[in-house]
Each structure stands twice: as structure tokens, then as C-alpha cells.
């Protein structure tokens, strides 16, 4: 007679055993499969809802410390890495602009590059560059053309402090995921090319009084400054070109980015510009004299991924460098070329 014990009998429980097992996890019920961490699925690219954190959730303890410290870093840039700091080895910025220039109510405003979800995007593939960067690399971008400065080392105090904000703003988007209000809106497509003549009339019919005459901007008023800083010479209205305004790297060099932009927000709390009206004195200010960024030759190495309104050769099509910064732009889309600043007709 045949016993558990013998060796028959033990093959027949360990292949009854795992048979039980098979079954077991099929119907879920498997006493180890509680052990099994909880994994989350989330759909590549679902949209999730533009949602802003609110202050008083920020912790009280080292890192809401430093996130608090990120978010006045990028409201008031200039008071900590500005041109004019005394410790000269902060001076990262090359202008006394703030980040909240172009990211309006502190990257928080949908349509004008709101930065919430931004921080989950990294790292990405940065076509200007042609290879995968991260957050810090994509900041220190912004220092080196939109501010005019030098890149800021990563594990400085100042950049922890940045992407430790620009982190928080994204604490409702997670990875794999998207909000459909990052960046700025696609714009209508103008049949002709932007003109630098009619761009002068708008700006000195609707620019003027915020931005200056000369393009300057309007510098804050010292009363109106209740904390404590190096420099006292933020603006309360950028300057939008001459000698202390973005360079010629920046996105905003670029005619498509700068009209979208303009169409979106400006005159500010207005936004009551034509297309047009916004093409032309994109056009304008784009037209006046800025600082250099010597490399801006090289951006977009895979020319087939250089976006249409760049204004420095090479290119991959046989069209002029001027038709490039101020088109009209319809004869490139025809011949296939594609933006993803232009809004489908």
C-alpha cells in the first residue's frame, strides 16, 4: 500500500499543490498575492484637470522651506540671483527680470507657459538641443537666453529650491500624464508676412504706456517693495528688447512663439489684440536690437525638427532666412513643412 511518505506520494501532493495554486491565482484569491505591492496604471498622456496647490499646504518643515524659498526665487528673481546681488557668485541672471515675466502668477496661469505638470515631463527629448534633458537642464535654458545670464549649478541652493517649487506645482499631475493648458495656444495662420512697420503702431498705441517707449520697461517702484533684497531694480512691466531684455536664443525670438503669446495675454488683462495686430508687433519687437546668444546657430541639429519661425539658418528647405523670421509661412506648410505653434484651419 501506497503512503504519503513514500516517494509516490510526495509527487502526488507537490503536483496536487500546484494545481491548487494555478487555480488559486487565477480567480485572484491567492493567499501571496497580498503581499503584492499596489501598482497603478495610469494611461500615457490622459488629461488631467489644471489644478493650482494651495499655499497653506505646503509643510511646515525643511522642504516646504525650501519650495517657499523656490516660489520667491521665481516671483522675485532678481533679489536672489540677479545682475546686481551682492554676492557676485549668485549673479545667474543677466537681467533684473523676474520668471514670472513670461510664467505668469508664478507659472500658475493656464495659456501663458503655466508650469503646472512641467515637472513630470522630465526628462525629456529637447529637439533645440537634440538630446534627453532634465529639469535643472531645462531652468538653466531659460537663465542663459530668456534672462540673459549663465547656467546655475545644479546642486546649488537656488536651483534645488526652483524644481523643488516647480515640483510641488505638479503634485496633481501624475507621471504619464498631461494638462492640455501648459505652454501657450496654437495661433491662426497670417496669409501674409508680419509687418515691422504697422508692429511700430500698435506698440506705440498699446505697448508704450506699460513697456516704454524705447522698449525699456518700467522699473518697480522702491516704495512698493516690502521685503528685504540686494537689488531693488526688479520691473513691475519687463523690458521687451534693448540691452537688458531676453536674448536672441530665447523662445520669444521666435515670431510664432511671441505673436501666440501677445495674442494670449496682452495688453495685459486685456488680451484685446487682432492676430494680426499681435504678428505685426511681434514682428516690431523682434526687429529691434537685443543681446546675442552666440550659439544660437546650432540649436535644432536634426533639421527636420527646426520649428518654422527659427530666425537662424541652416535650414532644410530652400526658403530665406527673413521669410524664416517673419514669413508668411503658408508656403512652408505646403511644401509639408508643420508647426505646432499654427492652429489647424
Excluded at 500500500?1 to 495554486?21: A, D, E, H, R, Y
Excluded at 547656467?151 to 500624464?177: Q, R
Excluded at 511681434?282 to 540649436?299: E, H, M, Q, T, Y
Amino acid at each position: 500500500m501506497k503512503t504519503i511518505n513514500s516517494p509516490n506520494g510526495k509527487i502526488v501532493i507537490v503536483i496536487f499543490s500546484f494545481l491548487i495554486s494555478l487555480y488559486l491565482l487565477s480567480e485572484n484569491s491567492h493567499p501571496f498575492l497580498s503581499c503584492k505591492s499596489e501598482n497603478i496604471t495610469i494611461k500615457k498622456d490622459s488629461i488631467v484637470p489644471w489644478q493650482v496647490p494651495e499655499i497653506s499646504s505646503i509643510a511646515d518643515n525643511t522642504e516646504g522651506t525650501e519650495i517657499k524659498l523656490g516660489k520667491s526665487i521665481f516671483v522675485d528673481t532678481y533679489r536672489y540671483i540677479g545682475p546686481d546681488v551682492k554676492d557676485v557668485s549668485k549673479r545667474f541672471a543677466g537681467t533684473n527680470m523676474d520668471c514670472q515675466n513670461c510664467h505668469l502668477k508664478a507659472g500658475t496661469l493656464k495659456n501663458v507657459f503655466g508650469l503646472i505638470g512641467t515637472y513630470t515631463r522630465y526628462p525629456e527629448m529637447d529637439t533645440r538641443s537634440g538630446k534627453i534633458i532634465n529639469i535643472q537642464e531645462r531652468i538653466n535654458n531659460c537663465l542663459m537666453r530668456s534672462m540673459n545670464g549663465k547656467a546655475m549649478p545644479e546642486d546649488s541652493k537656488e536651483m534645488k529650491a526652483l524644481v523643488a517649487y516647480i515640483k510641488w506645482l505638479s503634485i496633481y499631475v501624475p507621471k504619464g500624464t498631461r494638462t492640455e493648458e501648459q505652454g501657450i495656444p496654437k495661433i491662426q495662420l497670417l496669409s501674409r508676412a508680419a509687418d515691422t512697420s504697422s508692429g511700430r503702431m500698435v506698440y506705440l498705441g498699446k505697448c508704450m504706456t506699460c513697456h516704454s517707449e524705447d522698449g525699456e520697461g518700467a522699473l518697480n517702484i522702491p516704495g512698493n517693495i516690502d521685503v528685504p533684497a540686494d537689488s531693488m531694480k526688479g520691473y513691475d512691466y519687463p523690458p521687451v528688447y534693448g540691452e537688458f531684455s531676453y536674448n536672441e536664443g530665447a523662445g520669444m525670438y521666435k515670431l510664432l512663439t511671441a505673436a501666440s503669446f501677445i495674442y494670449s495675454k496682452m495688453p495685459y488683462h486685456y488680451s484685446e489684440l487682432t492676430v494680426e495686430e499681435s504678428y505685426d508687433v511681434a514682428a516690431f519687437i523682434n526687429s529691434k536690437s537685443r543681446p546675442v546668444f552666440k550659439d544660437a546657430g546650432k540649436d535644432y541639429p536634426d533639421l527636420k525638427l527646426k520649428p518654422i519661425d527659427s530666425p537662424f539658418p541652416p535650414y532644410s528647405d530652400s526658403f530665406t532666412q527673413l521669410q524664416h523670421k517673419y514669413g508668411p509661412y503658408g508656403p512652408m506648410l505646403k511644401e509639408g513643412e508643420k508647426s505646432i505653434m499654427i492652429k489647424p484651419e
